[in-house]
Structure formats: structure tokens, C-alpha cells
T-cell receptor, first 112, second 113 residues
Framework: NAGVTQTPKFQVLKTGQSMTLQCAQD?????MSWYRQDPGMGLRLIHY???????DQGEVPNGYNVSRSTTEDFPLRLLSAAPSQTSVYFC???????????FGPGTRLTVL | AQSVTQLGSHVSVSEGALVLLRCNYS??????LFWYVQYPNQGLQLLLK??????LVKGINGFEAEFKKSETSFHLTKPSAHMSDAAEYFC???????????FGAGTTVTVRA
């Protein structure tokens, strides 16, 4: 199993550009989520999904969109990038609601 | 809502010394508690977790943590630090009826030779 994979590893955007961060898992996990990590703030939940076709907002959802058309994939879309979205983004998944979450290697995004 | 407080953003220990990382939480329902470790330029890896049952939880790499309900704490310890323990450590909590994890701000551990 590859576990949780994320692409790209690094990305530089200009203000106002849009892009999609990809996340995929091959463990047949129902639960998937996106976090952003900023210095001194830990990880903050952006959006999460409890199964295909079901998504919900986390702590910091503004400026981001998600969809879950398959169990395996959970892309995160930045609609119009802003410098405040410069961060490291992690995708995570778990089999059950309160099970251990497995994290991807992260995407480091810089918005100029 | 739940929140997590990690006391001390940086901890420096000598090799062979005790590692103690403090975590306090607030939760309106019984919590599930986690410690994750993050090595440089990597994702997070689970060290240990508490869901129910025994309050002293043993994890990987010689770490353990004790859930103390009366103190709302879940401190992480390791009796003897190794150079490979240098990393950032995150405490996290979820409610027993929820999926969402709330993370502390993290504690960076450096190990002196």
C-alpha cells in the first residue's frame, strides 16, 4: 500500500491564481481531511469528508473547496490564492470515525 | 468545542535524560487523545493514543503517556532521550462522538549530546 499520497510536494502561486492539491489513499478509508500547518499554530482542520459524496467544513474553510466523488480521492481547491494561504497542507485519512488518522507527506505552498 | 494546550514550544534535553512534554485539553465529552511526532520535512506519525481503558498508554520508540481525567492532562514521557527523538511533537484531541481532531501548537524537542 502507498498509504496517503499528496501532489505536488511544492508549489508557488501568484495572488489570484487557482489550483488543486491532490490527495489519494489506497486503504479504503471512509474518513479524509485536509489540514494546514502554520508555525506556532499546530494543524488546523480545513475540510473533511466522512464518505464519498459527503463533505463538511472544519475550522478554517474560507477560500477552499473540496469534493469527494470517490472513496480514494479528496482534492482541495484554492479558488483565488492569497498570501495568507501560504502554508504546508496535509491530507489525512482513517478507517473509522475515531480511528488513527494517517497523514500524507504534505504540500508546501507559497503564494506571492 | 475542544481545545489543546501544550506547555512549552521548545524543550531541550540531554541525551539519556527524561523527556516530558505537557498537554492539557478541554472537552465537553469523553475525549480521545493522541500524540503525533513530525520529523523534519515529513508528515505526522502516530506515537500513541488513548481511547478507553487503561490510562497509561505505551507507544512506539519508548514513549508513553498517562490520561489523567481529574487534571485534564495527557503528558508524554520517555525515560531516556535519544538523538533520534529530535522532532516536533503534537498533542491532539477528538471527541468520542466526532471525527475532527484539534491539535496543540506543538513542542519542538532538541537533544544535546
Amino acid at each position: 500500500n502507498a498509504g496517503v499520497t499528496q501532489t505536488p510536494k511544492f508549489q508557488v502561486l501568484k495572488t489570484g491564481q487557482s489550483m488543486t492539491l491532490q490527495c489519494a489513499q489506497d486503504m479504503n478509508h471512509e474518513y479524509m481531511s485536509w489540514y494546514r500547518q502554520d508555525p506556532g499554530m499546530g494543524l488546523r482542520l480545513i475540510h473533511y469528508s466522512v464518505g464519498a459524496g459527503i463533505t463538511d467544513q472544519g475550522e478554517v474553510p474560507n477560500g477552499y473547496n473540496v469534493s469527494r466523488s470517490t472513496t480514494e480521492d479528496f482534492p482541495l481547491r484554492l479558488l483565488s490564492a492569497a498570501p495568507s494561504q501560504t502554508s504546508v497542507y496535509f491530507c489525512a485519512s482513517s478507517y473509522e470515525r475515531t480511528d488513527t488518522q494517517y497523514f500524507g507527506p504534505g504540500t508546501r505552498l507559497t503564494v506571492l | 468545542a475542544q481545545s489543546v494546550t501544550q506547555l512549552g514550544s521548545h524543550v531541550s534535553v540531554s541525551e539519556g535524560a527524561l523527556v516530558l512534554l505537557r498537554c492539557n485539553y478541554s472537552s465537553s465529552v469523553p475525549p480521545y487523545l493522541f500524540w503525533y511526532v513530525q520529523y523534519p520535512n515529513q508528515g505526522l506519525q502516530l506515537l500513541l493514543k488513548y481511547t478507553t481503558g487503561a490510562t497509561l498508554v505505551k507507544g512506539i520508540n519508548g514513549f508513553e503517556a498517562e490520561f489523567k481525567k481529574s487534571e485534564t492532562s495527557f503528558h508524554l514521557t520517555k525515560p531516556s532521550a535519544h538523538m533520534s527523538d529530535a522532532a516536533e511533537y503534537f498533542c491532539a484531541v477528538s471527541r468520542s462522538n466526532d471525527y475532527k481532531l484539534s491539535f496543540g501548537a506543538g513542542t519542538t524537542v532538541t537533544v544535546r549530546a
